[in-house]
């Protein structure tokens, strides 16, 4: 039976003595296949997954630990606000989600995205009770995956532990999660866009590793209110837009919306170089860019060779600074071409410092 099993395709042949390894197709290619029920990959499972997967319906999709998950061109795994995930990777057992080629590219995969019920400051007054309990009335916004955002800071999207997401077009996005969600010993590698993405929620971070993504390791905007610890950013020297951006609201018309993104990061080491022929060597990349109004605590900070160590823009980001509602403490920039971004300061940042010379100003206290 076991001989004609592998002969099925049901199992790859293992090694004396080893568990058979299972293998799993999953949806369906240039379609969206929606799982509306629980769906468990059992530990060291080979998975191949062909167009985008939304969990929907108050069903989890579960992946067990030294799973690998290849992912073809444009496929993708979607976990709506009414749904859940349970990544639960070990140390010597990660999760690995990749690409199917056999010699992967940035982008060849959409990557994941996590919406949940937690707060955000876009979007209309329209959220029902989050998992049918609650309150309703607060802000939910649309994106590809469906709706997003709600009353609940305590809501659980799930669990992402020992996981490393690779070659995607956006590494790991969370529209929404709550802090009950646990995302911690994840690392995000060579995604065409942004490493972790959040928009709005309360999740917290904790030991991420984002490694050579095209535009920023870490970016947040919408009212992201969590936390953040024991963070570290290597860019690609060759393709990278920034190593950190934080950001309040989308345009500046929503710079001051509540609840103001205001996340507390620590121990924070970013490592971003630019050679020459990164096509963004003109912005030019920054270590760490504020702006959009952003508050925030950002404490233990190291920012390394990069062309710039750190950016503060638009009056809305100034008045934080200025009213305490942003603060910077043992930040440090070394080795780079410009501590400081060069560039014209906003009016209000002038109790901080005379302009161009804010940032300096900010890291000569805060060093």
């Known amino acids: 039976m076991r001989l004609l099993a592998v002969l099925l395709g049901v199992f790859a042949l293992p090694a004396w003595g080893d568990e058979p390894v299972a293998r799993i197709a999953a949806g369906t290619a240039g379609r969206v296949t929606m799982i509306t029920n629980d769906v468990a990959w059992p530990a060291g499972a080979h998975v ?122 956006s590494g790991l996005r969370m529209l929404g999660v709550g802090r009950a969600s646990v995302v911690e010993q994840v690392q995000v590698h060579a995604a065409l866009g942004n490493g972790i993405e959040v928009t709005g929620g309360t999740v917290d971070l904790r030991q991420v590793v984002l490694t050579s993504n095209g535009q920023f390791g870490l970016s947040w905007r919408g009212g992201w209110i969590g936390r953040g610890q024991f963070i570290a950013i290597h860019a690609d020297p060759r393709r990278f837009s920034g190593g950190m951006q934080g950001a309040n609201g989308f345009d500046a018309v929503a710079d001051d919306a509540l609840p103001r993104s205001a996340p507390n990061l620590s121990h924070v080491t970013i490592l971003a170089e630019s050679f020459a022929s990164n096509p963004f060597v003109a912005l030019p990349p920054k270590g760490v860019a504020l702006v959009r109004g952003t508050g925030g605590v950002l404490r233990n900070v190291v920012v390394t060779r990069a062309p710039v160590g750190l950016d503060l823009d638009d009056d809305a980001t100034c008045g934080q600074l200025v009213g305490g509602g942003l603060s910077l403490a043992g930040f440090v920039v070394a080795g780079a071409l410009s501590a400081g971004d060069p560039d014209v300061d906003a009016v209000s940042c002038a109790p901080v410092g005379g302009s161009p010379g804010v940032e300096a100003a900010v890291l000569a206290s805060s060093g």
């Not at 929907?56 to 998950?69: F, K, P, W």
């Open 48 to 169: 191949v997954v062909e167009g985008a997967l939304t969990v929907t319906g108050g069903s989890t999709l579960t992946i067990g630990r030294g799973a690998r998950v290849e992912f073809a061109h444009g496929a993708g795994i979607r976990i709506d606000r009414n749904a859940r995930v349970s990544m639960a990777g070990t140390p010597l057992e990660p999760i690995v989600l990749t690409c199917r080629d056999a010699a992967p590219v940035a982008g060849c995969w959409e990557g994941v995205t996590i919406a949940g019920w937690a707060p955000i400051n876009h979007g209309s007054e329209t959220s029902p009770a989050a998992r049918g309990v609650g309150a309703a009335g607060c802000r939910e916004a649309t994106d590809v995956i469906g709706l997003y955002g709600g009353c609940d800071a305590a809501d659980s999207s799930g669990v992402l532990r020992f996981v490393r997401i690779e070659h995607a077009f």
